[in-house]
């Protein structure tokens, strides 16, 4: 696992710890292209919960759903999510391009971010069952959290594909800069020159917090008795998921019209 990420990822910067480490990779893997199945699903998300509460009792109880920290792990986790170029996302997807490679993008994703909500709900209902364990609750949730903010992200860099909106830099400078786009729920201006850092400004954590902290409160609908948080958790998971991509994809669309002529993709690129 760890060699595959190094492949994909050969000028990602190292992460502090190896605690934050395994961390960045369970959210990559879980957000990533790996086909799974509901009990791995669930598995994952659930090691993920337990190291992110190990994390929480350092910082104390309520420490894991401060926004701060999610946000830092989100930062630190991007550039473990893998992110497809266009021509091997056309591939994936039986050779669709433009409109409908992005719509199918944005289906794929929703599926999964629903699949997460559901696994969260599926965690919640033995949480109940087992009265002692619901102190893990803010952990979990964070983790459900973290992994479909990552989906998400992940959709979003590939949009930037699908659209020619080009992102320059190290594999950690560009995913800060797709952090910061799900934050905003806007494209990555392409007329900004240059090529982006890692280091996130003041205003730009600032959003990021709040929007990780939104995607947070969303999230305690899983904690619903029985089975009943899977299934709010789902729904409300998908529709999220489709209307932040409707927010980017028109955001996109200015973005390749506002481009000189010479820098705008060829028709060929979107038809």
Do not use: C
Not at 205 to 229: D, Q
Request: avoid cysteine.
């Amino acid at each position: 696992m760890t060699g595959e990420l190094e492949r994909r990822h050969d000028d990602v910067e190292p992460a502090h710890g190896g605690g934050s480490t395994e961390v960045g990779e369970l959210i990559g893997r879980l957000a990533g292209d790996e086909e799974m199945d509901r009990e791995t699903r669930r598995r994952l998300l659930g090691r993920l919960a337990r190291l992110l509460g190990q994390g929480a009792r350092r910082a104390g109880a309520a420490g894991i759903a401060r926004g701060r920290l999610l946000a830092d792990l989100l930062i630190e986790a991007a550039p473990h999510i893998p992110i497809r170029d266009l021509e091997t996302l056309s591939r994936h997807h039986h050779g669709l391009a433009g409109e409908d490679l992005a719509d199918n993008l944005v289906k794929v994703a929703g599926n999964a971010t629903t699949a997460v909500g559901a696994a969260g709900g599926a965690l919640a209902a033995v949480e109940f069952a087992a009265p002692p364990l619901l102190l893990t609750a803010p952990a979990q949730i964070a983790a459900e959290t973290l992994v479909v903010a990552a989906i998400e992200v992940k959709l979003i860099a590939e949009l930037h594909e699908v659209y020619g909106v080009s992102v320059q830099g190290s594999g950690t400078a560009r995913g800060a800069a797709f952090v910061t786009s799900w934050a905003r729920q806007r494209g990555v201006n392409p007329l900004e020159g240059g090529t982006f850092t890692s280091a996130l400004g003041s205003a730009a954590k600032a959003t990021l917090r709040k929007r990780m902290m939104r995607t947070f409160g969303r999230h305690l609908t899983t904690m619903g008795p029985l089975l009943t948080g899977a299934a709010a958790g789902a729904a409300l998971n998908r529709a999220a998921t489709r209307a932040l991509a409707a927010k980017v994809r028109q955001d996109l669309r200015g973005s390749v019209d506002a481009l000189p002529r010479s820098l705008q993709p060829r028709p060929s690129d979107l038809a």
